[in-house]
């Protein structure tokens, strides 16, 4: 927000409260004046205006004006874009106070510091700003949607290479094996072009590259050793996961700002937005009948100071479905209205309803304490803290200003309200409210269902061929063989001329010998240039390909993960908040740095190796 849009809403908002000057002022119209006092340079207002709107945020239960934090932030850039110190200095300080949590408002401090030039000052505030936001429940969720489809791609790039890898080490083989079934029935020279375009059958009937890799899961199963086939049929149910993941990911992304669930986690953070009791009140205008949605506007109210229009929607609530949560904030206005004896039936009928609600007991102990029954507040107390140890002894060591708690619904039936609003398409007209999840819906995509049929055609075509065994490639040459060109006596990783030459010693010319040997040198020579490239590019391959599978395809896995971070951070969800470029360079340069060290340890032992011709 620039200063001029800042300045032009302090005075609409204090046009307003001059209408208005005998009504108490809600925390949208302090945080207007003291922007406004602050953009015409009168700091000792500004100051006293921000101090009133902390002390109200207090008094209603609010610790935290993140959007007005932001916003802070932000004045404070632009105004050291435009010289002004003093200003940028109050915004900067207010954003702190204003949020003293909040990552975006470290990120943008950040940003600061870097125009400023103050590089230690940058690199320990995108540090403050990244442990922030693992404690916010939006940005660590939606940190986490990031990392999953940044995982999601290492791993679909993995699976591709896998298969890459297999085709170079068994496609000589499964082209025998083509050649030895098509010879039955075809004859000449179409029976190796067959073949061969059998390799890429997928290719030939325009399906995509994704229908290749899986084609080569199918017909090199057979041909892999133990290590590969596992890792075959895990990477298959992979491929099959990923788009149910990527469709998991996005439900995420999208639902954290559904308005019941961006509500629910802002009563539960106690911050206040400014636009959600606006939002909440549009959806419960389309769906009059959810008690959830009730008790949020109820705590929506709350935060604005309007006590009973907050008391009418817990009345309300409780009319649609009499909860312990509804009975529980129904008592607090009791008790805030000193009617303590009202306040104990409602505290009383919550535990009924839900006798594992903490908070419960615990307000139910509080107002026993006000009408001096000590031995019923003891007894509450105690069974509040059985429920929820944790959290009544941090309540107990630092009461809530109103002595109470308000309660606010678990986040997890949040979702599950949002999500049952979404299928059903009520309010589909609000920002927010499509995105559910559904794992039937999900998993009905043609990449899953093709990857669960590759799956069962990896052990069918595997169990049907076995019968008839696989061709093989010799270690030293290359050439292929099957059943049908040599003898089943001798050994299976030579061929035939080999076990002359190397094994039995026996009466070989030395023509043939000396041919021979050119044969493997060049063999083994196109083998170690082919892995040096393969390294060169993408490390883990050449170790896959030499048959140290494992090692191979970890490597693979993390040096893509590392990757995968660095070429999409910043371009996802926006976990870090919108401003955080400085920080989005630190990730970039760190995973770089990552995948480096990946590809050192995991290349340069492949460029050292020599040709062996034994
Ligand atoms: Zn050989
Ligand atoms: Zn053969």
């Given amino acids: 927000m620039t200063v001029r849009r800042i300045l032009v809403v302090a005075i609409v908002a204090a046009v307003a409260i001059v209408a208005s000057a005998e009504e108490p002022k809600s925390p949208r119209d302090m945080w207007g004046l003291a922007a406004n006092a602050a953009v015409t340079g009168d700091y000792d207002a500004a100051i006293k205006n921000t101090n009133d709107l902390l002390n109200a945020g207090k008094a209603l239960g609010i610790s935290s004006f993140p959007t007005y934090a932001s916003s802070a932030a932000a004045m404070a850039r632009e105004s050291d874009k435009l010289g002004k110190k003093d200003l940028a200095d109050w915004a900067a300080k207010t954003a702190d106070q204003l949020d003293p949590h909040s990552p975006a408002v470290a990120f943008s401090a950040s940003e600061r510091a870097r125009a400023l030039g103050n590089w230690p000052k940058v690199f320990q505030l995108s540090i403050t700003g990244f442990i922030r936001v693992f404690r916010n429940y939006r940005t660590r969720l939606l940190g986490q949607v990031d990392l999953l489809i940044a995982t999601t791609l290492a791993f679909a790039l993995t699976a591709a290479i896998f298969a890459i890898a297999l085709f170079f080490r068994y496609a000589r083989s499964m082209g025998h094996d083509f050649r030895e079934i098509l010879g039955t029935r075809f004859h000449g020279g179409s029976v190796s072009v067959l073949a061969f375009a059998l390799l890429f059958l997928p290719l030939f009937l325009w399906l995509s590259p994704i229908w290749l890799a899986l084609y080569w899961f199918i017909i090199f199963f057979g041909y892999a050793s133990k290590i590969e086939r596992v890792l075959i049929i895990l990477f298959t149910l992979i491929v099959a996961a990923l788009p149910i993941a990527l469709d998991r990911a996005a439900t995420w992304a999208a639902g954290v700002d559904n308005p019941i669930v961006a509500v629910d986690i802002d009563s539960a953070e106690a911050s206040y937005h400014p636009e959600s009791l606006r ?8 769906v009059p009948d959810n008690d959830l949605v009730q008790i949020l506007l109820g705590n929506l109210e709350l935060q604005e100071g309007n006590d009973q229009q907050a008391e009418v929607y ?6 649609i479905r009499d909860s312990a949560g509804a009975n529980v904030n129904l008592g607090n206005r009791n008790f805030l209205n000193g009617d303590f004896g009202a306040a104990i039936t409602f505290y ?8 594992k609600l903490a ?29 929820d ?6 309540l107990t060591q630092t ?13 997890q039936d949040a979702w599950a309200a949002a999500d049952s609003l979404a299928q059903k398409g009520v309010a589909k007209t609000l920002f927010g409210t499509y995105a559910y999840f559904d794992l039937r819906n999900s998993a009905m995509n043609p990449i899953t269902l093709g990857a669960l049929a590759a799956l069962l055609l990896e052990i069918i075509v595997w169990w049907r061929r076995r019968r008839s065994g696989y061709a093989n490639a010799c270690i030293k040459c290359g050439r292929t063989f099957c059943r049908l060109c040599k003898s089943a006596r001798e050994s299976a990783t030579y061929c035939t001329q080999c076990i002359h030459i190397y094994l039995k010693r026996d009466g070989v010319s030395l ?18 240039r082919r892995n040096k490239l393969f390294a060169t590019f993408l490390p883990g391959s050449a170790q896959v390909l030499e048959g140290r599978t494992i090692a191979g395809v970890i490597g693979m896995i993390l040096f893509l993960l590392f990757l995968s971070v660095a070429v999409l951070t ?24 990552l995948a480096a060290v990946t590809w050192f340890f995991l290349s340069l032992p492949v460029y050292r190796r020599r040709v062996t011709i034994g």
Wanted: charged share 25%; no cysteine; aromatic share 6%.
């Fill in 314 to 319: 817990y009345r309300h609530a409780q009319q």
């Fill in 570 to 593: 910043g371009r996802l969800a926006p976990a870090l908040g919108p401003v955080a470029d400085t920080t989005h360079l630190f990730v970039r340069l760190l995973m770089i740095l």
């Fill in 511 to 528: 023509d043939t010998k000396r041919a021979k040997l050119e044969e493997v040198s060049d063999h083994q020579t196109a083998m170690t």
């Fill in 399 to 411: 009461p809530p200003p109103q002595k109470i708690v308000v309660y606010t619904p678990p986040v």
């Fill in 359 to 387: 908070i419960a007991f615990y307000d139910d102990s509080v107002a026993n304490g006000e009408t001096y029954k000590f031995d019923v507040q003891g007894q509450k107390l105690e069974q509040a803290k059985r429920l």
């Fill in 348 to 355: 009383e009928r919550a535990e009924q309803l839900d006798p």
């Fill in 279 to 286: 939002r909440m009140q549009e959806l419960a205008a389309l």
């Fill in 389 to 394: 140890t944790r959290h009544i002894e941090r």
